[in-house]
């Protein structure tokens, strides 16, 4: 009775097997739950239109991007699938500064552009994967420093909306 709860070499196999068996089915699961966009409802503004869709595309992108072929390396894997989470996380932020009117909220969202930019760089540090210093600010159309940046080496910088200025 007891030599069927010694470990062995064919159930270890089983066991990674199980696991790897939940690990797959969870992936396909959560990429066939994801409903398709929506259209924006009718009596919806144009800008909300506009927020419904750029957020739709936004949660699209992250999802196929977290979608990555296993490497063998469980730590690269890990960075691979949060660097596109943490992202999209960026880029509905982005989108809340783009069009949110709550000021609190706004705030919140700048703190989310900065700290989810901080981890994907402390995690591709983690696997030896060269960061940038000076990364453009999400809501920066292009790498352009400002003057307020020069010198600023964390490369988290990102210019304040004219309405979040004292």
Request: aromatic content about 4%; glycine content about 6%; charged content about 20%.
């Amino acid at each position: 009775m007891l030599r069927f709860l010694k470990p062995n070499l064919g159930m270890t196999l089983f066991g990674a097997r199980v696991l790897f068996a939940f690990f797959a089915s969870s992936l396909v699961l959560a990429h066939e739950a994801r409903h398709e966009p929506t259209p924006p409802a009718a009596t919806a503004t144009a800008e909300e239109k506009s927020f419904l869709n750029e957020n739709d595309a936004a949660m699209t992108k992250m999802m196929n991007d977290m979608a990555v072929k296993p490497s063998g390396d469980i730590d690269r894997d890990f960075v691979a699938m949060m660097t596109p989470h943490h992202q999209g996380a960026i880029d509905m932020a982005v989108l809340e500064l783009r069009y949110g009117k709550n000021e609190q909220l706004r705030r919140i969202a700048q703190e989310i552009i900065v700290d989810q930019m901080q981890e994907i760089a402390a995690m591709k540090l983690a696997i030896g994967e060269q960061v940038s210093t000076t990364p453009p600010a999400p809501t920066q159309s292009s790498p352009s420093p400002s003057p307020a940046s020069e010198g600023h080496t964390t490369g988290m910088h990102m210019d304040m909306p004219a309405g979040m200025k004292k």
